[in-house]
C-alpha cells in the first residue's frame, strides 16, 4: 500500500484538513480502487459524458458537512450544506440543478434545531434555485455522531466543450479572488465556545453562482475554484501540482479583513488557509485579468475582489512577496488546523 | 410543527428505523420545508424530467450507510454502500450509472480497514459496472463517528415513460419476494459480539439488478422495491397507506431460513422486519404471478422466490394468516429494532 502519511496505521485528524495528507489518503486508498475516467478526485465535481444529446453535459458532485457548531453568524450546516454543493457545480461553469441530502441524526438532536436546520437549508435551495428531489435519513445512537452531519451530492448541467480546468493555465496568467479570505473559518471559530471569543464578524456563506456566471464568457478564463477547508493556499497548492508552474501572491493586495487578521495573530492561524464558503478564486489570462476583476467588482459579492497574483515560471512553489519584497513560502497544509469547519 | 411522534422534542433511534415514526419525521420536517414536484420522500428515487431529448429519465437516489460492525459475513459497508443504491435504481427500473461517495471517517479507524472497504466497494461497483465518479472525505475527531459513514448517491437512467410505483397497483394484484428474509438483518446481528452469537449464515447484500430486469418487460409488473430498513412488513405498509387497499401474506408461503427464524425466536425479532439487502418486492397483476415468479426463479438470485400474498380490498391493514386460517395484524415498526443494520 502507498503510505498515506508519516502516520500510517490510522486515520488522523490531518487527513480530513484539504492538504496533502489528505490528498495522499484519497489517491493512496480511493483513487487507486475506484479511477475510472471521470473521477477527478481533487476537482469538485465530475463532467460526465455528454447524455444524451450532445449539447449539454451533466456535472455530479459530492459534499460532506460536520460544521460545529451548527449554528453560526451568517448561516448553518442547512444553509452551509445548499452553498457548498451548489458552489462545487458553479466553479465548474454548471447551473445546479437538483440535490440528493444524506442526513445522519444523532440520538438526543432537539428537533427544534433540525426543524430550523431544515428551513435554512431550503430556503437556500429556493435562492439557488435547486430542488433537493431524493434524501435519506439516518438515526445514529448517542455519542457516534456529533450532532447531525449532512452528506449532499448536486446534478447540475452545462454546455458540452466548455473547457475550464488547470490544463489551460499558462504561465503569466493571473490569479483573482473575490472578496474577504478567511470569514467564514473565524465566524465558526468565534461560534465555538471553547475559544471564549466573541465578535460580530459572519460567515460569508453564500451561493457563488452570480460570480462564475459573470466570467464564464470571457474566453481567458482557464480554472474556478472555490477555496473551502484549507483555503486559498491549498487551492494554489492544487494548481502547482497540476501545472508545474509557481505562483506569486502580492501580500498588499489580498483581501483580508481586519478583524480576521486580529484573530488569526491570538490564535496562531494563518488566514490563507482558513477556509471560505462564498468566495471563488479564478485564473485568467493576463490580458483579460482587469476585465474579470471589473466585472466582479460590478456584484455585491463582488466588491471586494482582487487581483492577488500571478503563474510563475521562474519557480513551482507558492510564494507570498509582502510590501518591501520579503519572501516566504507558503507550505501545504499538515495538520488540521480547525476540524469540521465545513 | 406537526408532531412527529410521542417523543417530540429530540430525535430518537425509533426515527431512523423505516417505520412509522421515522415517516412522521420526514414528513413534518423534511418534505413541509422541500416538498416539489419530484421528491418522492418514501420511494427510493427521484425520477427526474426527461432531460434533454424525452427519451431518457434520470433517476437520482440516495442512502446512507452506518451498519455496525464494519465487516459482516457475506459483506462489509463498502459493498454494502454500493448494492443499496444501486438496488434503489433497480427497482425503480433504472439502468445505475454513476454513483457519489461521502465518506464520513473516525480518527484512528485503521487505515487497513478502510483500505479493504474501499476495496470491496470498488469490486462491487465493477461487478454493478457503475462508476464512482465523486466524492469526498470529511475526518471526524475520535467519539463523534462510529468508526465510518457513507453517504452514497447514484445516477441511473430509465426508458421515460416507464409507469412503476403505488398508483398502478390493483386489488387482487399478486405480491412475490424474490428470496429468503432477514438474512442481512441476522447476519450483521451475529457480526455484533453484544449478541455472543455465532453461526454460519451471510447477508443477502447483492446487486437486484438481474431480478428488477427480469420483470420491466412485463406489462403487468406495477411496482417493485428493496425491503431493507424495516424490512418486508414496513414496504407492505407503505403499499397499504398510498393504496388503502389491505395485503394478506399467507404465512406458509413466506420464505425465511430455519436459521434466520431460530435466533428471531432467541432474541425476540421478527424476520418481516428485518432487513433484506438483496431482495426485491414485487407487485404484479394476478394474471402474470406464475410468469413473474418463473422468471425469477430461474435466476440464481431468485431460485427461493415465492409469491406471498395479494393485496386485498376487504380490509385496509397488513394481515399475516397462518396454515390453520389464524391471523395475526402486523403493525408498523414502531421502536428501532437494530440501529446500524444498513
Redesign the interface.
Known sequence: ?TQ?GPD??????????GGRL?RQ??D???VR??G?P??A?LAD??I?PP???G??E?V???????VQPLFFAGGDIGSLAVHGTVNDLAVCGATP??L?????????????A??RI??S??EA?RACDV???????????R????GL?????G?G?RPAGLTLGTHGIRAGDAVLVSGPLGDHGIAVMLAREEFGLSGNLASDSASVLPLTRALLTMPGLRFMRDPTRGGLATVLHEVIQATGLGVTLEEPRLPIRGSVRSVCDMLGYDPLYLACEGRVVAIVAEDEADEALCRWQALPQGRGAQRIGALDPHHDRLLLVNEWGGERLLQELED?PL??IC
Not at 500510517?8 to 484538513?17: C, E, F, K, Q, S
Not at 430542488?131 to 445512537?141: I, N, S, Y
Request: proline residues 7%; negative net charge.
Open positions: 500500500m498515506p500510517t496505521a490510522t486515520v488522523t485528524l490531518a487527513h480530513g484538513n489528505m489518503l484519497i493512496a486508498v480511493f480502487q475506484l475510472n471521470w473521477l478526485p465535481a465530475a460526465l447524455f444524451p444529446d449539447d449539454h451533466l455530479f458532485t459530492s459534499d460532506g458537512v460536520t440543478r437538483y440528493s441530502l444524506n442526513a445522519f441524526l444523532e440520538e438526543g438532536l432537539p428537533l427544534e433540525l426543524e431544515v428551513e437549508l431550503a435551495a430542488q433537493v428531489v431524493a434524501g435519506d435519513t439516518k438515526v445514529l445512537p455519542g457516534l455522531c456529533g452531519y449532512f452528506g449532499v451530492s446534478i448541467t488540521d476540524p469540521r
